[in-house]
């Protein structure tokens, strides 16, 4: 095998393992997903109703994390249009309440989203910014 056939099957085989990778990724925010539609109408079956006991908060768990997450949060603001930001933002106190109380579909997005790239969390709420408004409307 010539070098530069090597060269070519290195490439192909780092993009596949690449590939494998983002696939992963991208299957656990598909899970997120689908965990905030199931809860988003459950929430809008349940608003004439009784809230759900909240669970042990998270944000005891988010300690030293500040920096981080306010860095990416930044990043991505950067990359959505002013109407979006506005809508984020307006949704920014349901979501708080939601972290606060642990709710599992939030964990799980968080969890997901942190690991994502700015580029990717930002393509992924302007796709999802109406489930986002339906899931943490006030």
């Known amino acids: 095998m010539s070098p530069e056939e090597q060269a070519l099957a290195m490439m192909a085989e780092l993009n596949a393992n690449t590939r494998k990778s983002f696939d992963a990724s991208m299957r656990f925010v598909d899970e997120a997903t689908s ?9 809008t079956k349940q608003r004439a109703g009784t809230k759900a006991k909240p669970t042990a908060p998270i944000a005891r ?5 500040a920096q981080i997450i306010a860095n990416h949060v930044d990043a991505i603001a950067a990359r959505l249009e002013p ?3 506005e809508r984020v933002l307006a949704v920014m106190p349901g979501f708080l309440r939601a972290i606060t109380a642990s709710e599992p ?3 799980t997005l968080v969890q997901a989203l942190l690991q994502a790239t700015p580029e990717t969390v930002a ?8 489930l986002i408004e339906r899931r943490f409307a006030s």
């Open 123 to 130: 393509l992924w709420l302007r796709a999802n910014l109406e």
């Open 105 to 107: 579909d939030v964990v």
């Open 35 to 43: 965990a905030m539609h199931r809860k988003a109408a459950r929430i």
């Open 83 to 85: 109407s979006e930001r």
């Open 61 to 65: 768990e988010l300690h030293g994390y």
